[in-house]
């Protein structure tokens, strides 16, 4: 191995052994995250870390990364396993794996979706990681309606025209991105959002103790919830 190989993996090692540390004061102090409490724990000097992370933004921006991405591995890995035209069981099994990774991650998720910390903005560089999931749901109803498999029940309250423009123009970007038609109506993906909010609104409870004193079935609380979305968004049984 040459020198600036190994040189490379001990800085790639140090930087997996910052954040796993700095995972576990998370759990105890929360947005009161430092790299001198890091270091601490670390048994070494604050100094050293600066190699590594300049700032705890930097940091917190690591870890945020690596938790939007394990989150997304996690549904899109629990999607994938169903076979390709059972889009309503892909849709359960990518929820149902959020649900998991959370409960699996409770540190990691207050971080994504908690409070916001206080003084930490994040930056453009989290914005495609943290829509893996809704990305993914959208994919499976794309699927299904491509091939003409999605069947959404009608609804009475029709779309404000603001909400369809700022809907379309994302279809639009994402079709432009993919060098492909925009296949998905407006309509479907206003339940694909209404969905993906309902699956973090339903998580989030649970994690951050809401659920207490009220549901105590709440895995299958869970599961009916998203079914009661498969049911919206039109995916068939």
């Known amino acids: 191995m040459s020198a600036s190989s190994l040189r490379a993996r001990v800085r790639t090692e140090m930087v997996e052994e910052i954040k796993s540390t700095a995972r576990k004061r998370l759990a105890v102090d929360g947005a009161n995250l430092s790299l001198r409490g890091v270091a601490r724990d670390m048994g070494i000097v604050a100094s050293a870390l600066y190699r590594y992370f300049p700032s705890r933004d930097d940091l917190l921006t ?15 890995s629990a999607a994938e396993a ?11 099994a990518a929820c149902a794996a959020v649900r998991e990774w959370a409960l699996a991650h409770t ?16 930056p453009q ?21 491509t091939a003409g498999r999605l069947d959404p029940p009608p609804l009475s309250t029709p779309l404000p025209a603001p909400v369809r423009a700022d809907l ?11 060098q492909s038609a925009a ?11 209404a969905a993906w909010t309902q699956l973090f609104g339903l998580v989030s409870f649970e994690i951050f103790g809401r659920l207490e004193g009220t549901i105590e079935a709440r895995a299958d ?16 049984r």
């Open 183 to 193: 296949a998905l109506p407006e309509e479907v993906l206003d339940r694909v959002f």
């Open 168 to 178: 379309r123009a994302l279809i639009d970007q994402r079709a432009r991105a993919e």
């Open 62 to 76: 690591a870890l945020i990364l690596d938790a939007y991405r394990s989150l997304g591995a996690a549904a899109t």
């Open 125 to 145: 560089d989290t914005i495609a990681p943290a829509s893996a999931v809704v990305l993914l749901l959208a994919d499976i109803a794309t699927a299904a309606t």
């Open 107 to 122: 540190t990691e998720y207050g971080l994504l979706y908690g409070n916001p910390v206080p003084g930490y903005a994040a």
């Open 82 to 92: 169903v076979p390709g035209t059972e889009d309503r069981a892909k849709w359960l």
């Open 221 to 236: 609380y869970f599961t009916h919830h998203m079914t009661l979305m498969a049911d919206l968004v039109g995916l068939s």
